[in-house]
């Protein structure tokens, strides 16, 4: 479904990407871990097309999406088939929860009629285990663990193939944490769909990973099954795993 071959990187003096090669297949589910600044949030930039990489080439289901221009119809189907969950969850703070849930339907190529907008967004906030009632409430008046679930109705409120969880659990506790976890693992595979994560919570890869790849100088040191990755023998996976000062990611002390 993607497929990422040689994909260089920098702004300006720094490099971040140095020929990056990824293949993920559809369907299934691959966690990308690496340390903070490795480049991971590029990655998925680069993907997306917000960000164009300087070298490589990036095909989503067999077609070269690198030089899809903006504003284009191409790019906006290309887009269409997305969702994504926000680090922090994004949401816009003058929009009650049911209009950010269906930000995408109100608008553009997407657009419904608003009171089948509405209906589809409770439905998916029903999806993750929030009532109607606070379909009319603002994100300020959400706890940290429901905001990430608005977050998430977002991102699947139109049912994309492909969908991008950037740093699901930060800032939640561990309990919410398992809870995000299991509900991101449930839906991809009940939608089919091919899902993405960054993140740093091995708490996580472990519950959502089919694959795991780890990104660590600008490239893909490891990949391979979730199942194993503690075996794999990898120096900068088992570093970062056991979370140790010592090994081949060098940390600033």
Do not use: Y
């Not at 608003?114 to 009532?131: H, P, T, Y």
Request: charged content about 20%; some cysteine; glycine content about 10%.
């Amino acid at each position: 479904m993607i497929e990422l071959v040689d994909v260089h990187k920098a702004f300006g003096a720094n490099t971040v990407l140095t020929g990056v090669s990824l293949t993920l297949r559809k369907g299934r589910s691959m966690v990308i871990i690496g340390g903070s600044g490795t480049g991971k949030s590029v990655l998925l930039k680069c993907v997306l097309g917000l960000v164009q990489p300087d070298k490589g080439a990036i095909s989503v289901d067999g077609t070269d999406v690198t030089n899809l221009r903006q504003g284009t119809p191409e790019r906006d189907a290309f887009l269409a088939r997305f969702g994504m969950l926000f680090q922090g969850s994004a949401l816009f703070d003058s929009l009650p929860v049911w209009q950010n849930v269906a930000f995408r339907l109100l608008r553009g190529s997407l657009k419904k009629p608003r009171a089948e907008a509405r209906d589809i967004a409770i439905e998916k906030l029903r999806r993750v285990g929030l009532s109607s009632d606070v379909a009319d409430l603002f994100p300020a008046e959400l706890s940290g663990g429901m905001q990430k679930r608005v977050g998430l109705a977002r991102a699947i409120a139109t049912e994309p193939e492909i969908i991008f969880f950037d740093e699901p659990t930060t800032g939640l506790d561990p309990i919410m944490a398992g809870v995000i976890n299991d509900l991101i693992r449930g839906i991809a595979s009940e939608m089919g769909s091919t899902a993405m994560t960054i993140t740093h919570d091995m708490s996580s890869v472990r519950a959502i990973a089919d694959e795991v790849a780890m990104l660590h100088d600008g490239m893909i040191q490891w990949t391979g099954p979730a199942s194993e990755m503690d075996s794999c023998g990898d120096p900068c996976v088992a570093q970062f795993i056991a979370g140790s000062a010592e090994g081949p990611i060098k940390t600033v002390r």
